[in-house]
């Protein structure tokens, strides 16, 4: 049986490019000025937004890695699930999906591909939209995911740097996908674990619909490649408050430590370290492992106002969301995000 784990350098969304290094890429071209281009790369959202008038507006995405499981289903299916929830974290719906499928056809039988292509259809009907169509190539890795629209009203927008002072933050899914997901591949994942991980990232974060219609929901984003400190580091931006964490509140995948104990992580988790560390206090041992640990398809990153907790957590229980309160938004300190 083929691994297709084998054929990715990385793994998920470890396999984005570092911070410092995007920003490079990114640095000294202007796009075009669009007044109805509400949401666009300045604030590094999950999403753009553009505005198609009568308070309407649609939300494009896209996201795409090598493989993070040997199974080509479930490759599929966490692939889809990942790309589709940045619909969700700007408050959305989505509506159609186009896939963007590269395959080494000489290496990988294509009948391979075609079950990746069916664990990511499977998503998409779960989610209530079609796989309408997409794009291929032949390439030297294995690389899946989809391009997502979707429909919003423009006053349910959420951003992911929209936060204030005093706000909630809690969190929808446990943390710890990239540390199981490298286990994995070394061959190192106790029997039992597999399924704990694609519990976590095959779950919809179908929840953000709902939390887009909420005013008290300030700010939104979902965890992934950079970590939990590095998308929290986006949230806060450059707003006059600081983040403070929990760290003992934090959800875990069980059995997590066992790994980390062994200093088992992926190489991204040093480059996320990096990348934030001159900017938090309180991340100063090996808990950088878990808070800077590379997060496939993973959840919501919610800024709330106090007083719209209950509603909140009525939303969650229906939605059956396990939503976790990990700290709040501070006064601004010495540091922009800190771990306690």
Known sequence: MIRLTQFSKGAGCGCKI??????QI???????????LLVG????????????????????????????????????????????????????KPVMALAILGWPVEKIDPLVAREVMNGARSVCNKAGFPLAGGHSIDSAEPIFGLSVTGLIK????????????????YLTKPLGT???????????LKEGDYEKLLEVMCALNTAGYRLGSMPGVHAMTDVTGFGLAGHLLEMVGKNTCSAEIELNALPLIEGLKF????????????RNYNACKDK???MDGTEFILLCDPQTSGGLLISLDPEAEQEF?????EEEVQAVRIGRMAEKGGKSLSFI
């Open 313 to 317: 957590l009525q939303v969650m229980k």
């Open 178 to 188: 990239g540390v199981f997901s490298t286990a994995l591949k070394r061959g190192l």
């Open 259 to 270: 790994y980390t104990d062994q200093f088992i992580f992926p190489d991204n988790t040093t």
């Open 41 to 92: 790369y300045g604030s590094r959202d999950d999403a753009a937004v553009y505005d198609t008038g009568n308070g309407d507006a649609i939300i494009s995405t896209t996201d795409f890695f090598l493989p993070i499981v040997d199974d080509p289903f479930d490759f599929g299916r966490v692939s889809a699930t990942n790309a589709i929830s940045d619909v969700y974290a700007m408050g959305g």
């Open 18 to 23: 570092a911070p410092g290094i995007l920003e």
């Open 26 to 36: 990114l640095h000294g071209g202007e796009s075009m000025e669009d007044k109805n």
């Open 154 to 169: 423009k006053t349910n927008i959420k951003r992911n740097d929209t936060v204030k002072e005093g706000d909630l933050l």
């Open 280 to 282: 938090i206090s309180g």
